[in-house]
Nanobody, 124 residues
Framework: QVQLVESGGGLVQAGGSLRLSCAAS????????MGWFRQAPGKEREFAAA????????YYADSVKGRFLISRDNAKNTVYLQMNSLKPEDTAVYYC?????????????????WGQGTQVTVSS
């Protein structure tokens, strides 16, 4: 089991930036694909971004493409989500997740372990 701890959330004005971090407590972090999902009040959890174990491939939801950037540092057991040009509709709790497999990374069912989430609020 992978323990995941997100950080970096907060309150930001529209157009601003935040960088989320997710630290994983597992020896074999580089074996896992990682994803970021988000859940806004009253809505279902949705996919935001994912990255394969090596960082060689990344995937983004259309709603964040061109504004968000996912990256990872396997030496630090950490995955990042750089969020730029933030909009009020980006307001949500952001969760990172770890997946042992490499397929279907845009779907929550592909992931085995989840963090507790970090709140991101974008004011207009």
């Amino acid at each position: 089991q992978v323990q995941l701890v997100e950080s970096g959330g907060g309150l930001v004005q529209a157009g601003g930036s935040l960088r989320l971090s997710c630290a994983a407590s597992v020896r074999t972090f580089s074996f896992y694909a990682m994803g970021w999902f988000r859940q806004a009040p009253g809505k279902e959890r949705e996919f935001a971004a994912a990255i394969t174990w090596s960082g060689g491939s990344t995937y983004y939801a259309d709603s964040v493409k061109g504004r968000f950037l996912i990256s990872r540092d396997n030496a630090k057991n950490t995955v990042y989500l750089q969020m730029n040009s933030l909009k009020p509709e980006d307001t949500a709790v952001y969760y990172c997740a770890a997946a042992k497999n490499r397929y279907g990374l845009m779907y929550s069912r592909a992931y085995d372990d989840w963090g507790q989430g970090t709140q991101v609020t974008v004011s207009s």
